[in-house]
Antibody
């Protein structure tokens, strides 16, 4: 059974860089069946897809964030990571990592529990 | 990007009611639509994929239908555990997008 767990700082200063890591167990980030994805949710608001990384290191990002986002993967640790540059208060959100099953073509079938990141000085 | 619009935004209902939530896409997405349930403080839970297929372990009172641009999620007999916010999400485009959510609250 796959499990995803986000980790990283809960507080980031404005203009700095947000780094989060998602550790995957029960599956592999080198699988060609899944897009390993990041999704965020500002407090009290809806869900926003950030982007994904595929086994071949192909990435795709939300155009509204593309200039500031990098998603990478570390196969040796079975992790994938999110880097978001030049953060502002608008980036305050719960950040989820999720598995997008492109083999079954079903959507986001597994999610981490989420981690709240607050942007504040 | 493909815009997803849900209605209503909030729905008040009683235990035992039949509940229907609508999701409309700004362009045709075939049947590439998923539904999720989210409770406060929790991650979204995957319910339905390809518009009408129930994920394993999801109660049969949940059902989905539709294709193209119009979709529905129906709960045949609302249970206390079903009070939550529901989101639709398209995956026809690699740029995944969600509806704004429908909160199902106790009447």
């Amino acid at each position: 059974q796959v499990q995803l767990q986000e980790s990283g700082p809960g507080l980031v200063k404005p203009s700095e860089t947000l780094y989060l890591t998602c550790t995957v167990s029960g599956d592999s980030v080198t699988s060609d069946s899944y897009y390993w994805s990041w999704i965020r949710q500002p407090p009290g608001e809806g869900l926003e897809w950030i982007g994904y990384i595929f086994y071949n290191r192909k990435t795709d990002y939300n155009p509204s964030l593309e200039s500031r986002v990098t998603i990478s993967a570390d196969a040796s640790r079975n992790q994938f990571s999110l880097k978001l540059d030049s953060v502002t208060a608008a980036d305050t959100a719960i950040y989820y990592c999720a598995r997008d099953d492109v083999r079954r073509q079903v959507g986001f079938d597994n999610w981490g529990q989420g981690t709240l990141v607050t942007v504040s000085s | 990007d493909i815009q997803m619009t849900q209605s209503p935004s909030t729905l008040s209902a009683s235990v035992g009611d039949r509940v229907t939530i609508t999701c409309r896409a700004s362009q045709s997405i075939g049947r590439w639509l998923a539904w999720y349930q989210q409770k406060p403080g929790k991650a979204p839970k995957f319910l339905i994929y390809q518009a009408s297929n129930l994920e394993s372990g999801i109660p049969r009172r949940f059902s989905g239908s539709g294709a193209g641009t119009e979709f529905t999620l129906t709960i045949s007999s609302l249970q206390p555990d079903d009070f939550a916010t529901y989101y639709c999400q398209q995956y026809e485009s690699s740029f995944r997008t969600f509806g704004q959510g429908t909160k199902v609250e106790i009447k």
